[in-house]
């Protein structure tokens, strides 16, 4: 059973172009969550989606930034525009149930996104 | 504000020994604390979970202790190996909405030295 997976590992950016990054879930998990982690800073939750719907998008920046979980297909977090400020890893999670006490998280091993 | 402060920022030890690593937290209203090893360049891993009715956690040579009282945890590594080196992390979870959000802590880098 292969474990959440996200691709590119590594993405390379200029200023102004679009970021797209790709999270498939462990087999059985209808539950994603992205985090980004910025050098030297603790992850920061940013969405939490299930199959076709966003739950909590409570960390998200309200702008260029949008997050999808279709039907079919990998989760996608995309960031239109990019500043070098969004430098940073962006790690994916899945797990097979909501976010209730017991359900663990199991992440996958982060995209890291440089900008220029 | 929701926060998680760990102590030390980082720590070295030489091998064989045990350490023991802090998280404070200011998270309410509490759902549960987890404590995460994260290899240099990979996802976190969960070590341990415990909720607010549970003081202690074993898993292999890692115990985790938890006073939510004074809103303390503790994870203690017995006889440190090398591949013990990472980072590890403290995430405690508070309820809102219906969801839980975990809150991190930036980490304990631990680095084990033969």
């Known amino acids: 059973n292969a474990g959440v997976m996200q691709n590119p590992r590594h993405l390379v950016r200029r200023r102004g172009q679009e970021a797209r990054l790709r999270c498939s879930p462990m087999k059985g998990h209808s539950h994603v969550y992205w985090y980004r982690q910025l050098p030297e800073e603790g992850l920061k939750f940013m969405v939490y989606l299930q199959k076709e719907n966003i739950i909590d998008e409570s960390g998200m920046p309200k702008e260029r930034f949008s997050a999808e979980f279709p039907k079919e297909g990998p989760s996608i977090l995309r960031i239109q525009q990019v500043v070098r400020g969004d430098s940073a890893a962006y790690f994916c999670?899945?797990?097979?149930?909501?976010?209730?006490?017991?359900?663990?998280?199991?992440f996958g091993p982060g995209t890291r996104l440089t900008v220029l | 504000k929701n926060q998680v402060e760990q102590s030390p920022q980082s720590l070295i030890i030489l091998e064989r020994k045990n350490c023991t690593l802090q998280c404070n937290y200011t998270v309410s209203p509490f759902s549960n604390l987890r404590w995460y090893k994260q290899d240099t360049g990979r996802g976190p891993v969960s070590l341990t979970i415990?909720?607010?009715?549970?003081n202690t956690k074993s898993n292999g040579r890692y115990t985790a202790t938890l006073d939510a009282d004074t809103k303390q945890s503790s994870l203690h590594i017995t006889a440190s190996q090398l591949s013990d080196s990472a980072s590890y992390i403290c995430?405690?979870?508070?309820?809102?909405?219906?969801?839980?959000?975990?809150?991190f802590g930036r980490g304990t880098s631990l680095i084990v030295h033969p």
């Open positions: 995430v405690v979870s508070f309820s809102s909405g219906g969801s839980y959000i975990p809150t």
């Open positions: 415990m909720t607010f009715s549970e």
């Open positions: 999670a899945s797990s097979t149930a909501g976010t209730g006490s017991y359900n663990e998280q199991f």
